[in-house]
């Protein structure tokens, strides 16, 4: 269940309430970070790594299987804060090998095939454990209800 919190009281006269999805990861206390925060119409995700429920690395090796679970990660914490796949509107994908991107590529490509959002792959030196390959940020945009 998402916690809300009033944003500041200087962000405007009527403050959208801030709803927070946290970090199911061993270093997320220690980094102080959530997995999502929703704001108004934006869900924003933190970098999403690879892990499974008892924080170890989904598919030590597998790129784009990796990649795979960072996205699903991402889905359930959009979902949570009132999106949905299709409202995903920018993706940032971190990896440390840019000659794998054809792996996470499919990855990416077959999970929005029905509604590409804009995106950006970076080559990285490393990420927080050395078996993963991929880490995704990403962004959606959910309409008000009417």
Known sequence: MP?????SPS???HPAPLQRIPAQTPWADTVGYCRALR???RVLVSGTAPVTPDGS???PGDAYRQMRR???I???AVTKLGGERARV???RIYVTDAQKWREVGRAHGEFFSHAPPVTTLIE???????DMQVEVEAEAWVPPAN
């Open 89 to 91: 509107i920018r993706t």
């Open 57 to 59: 690395t989904y598919a």
């Open 11 to 13: 962000s405007s006269e």
């Open 124 to 130: 990285v030196s490393a990420l927080i454990s050395p």
């Open 39 to 41: 704001v108004g119409d």
């Open 70 to 72: 960072c996205l699903e």
């Open 3 to 7: 916690e809300t919190q009033p944003s």
């Open 74 to 76: 991402i889905r359930d």
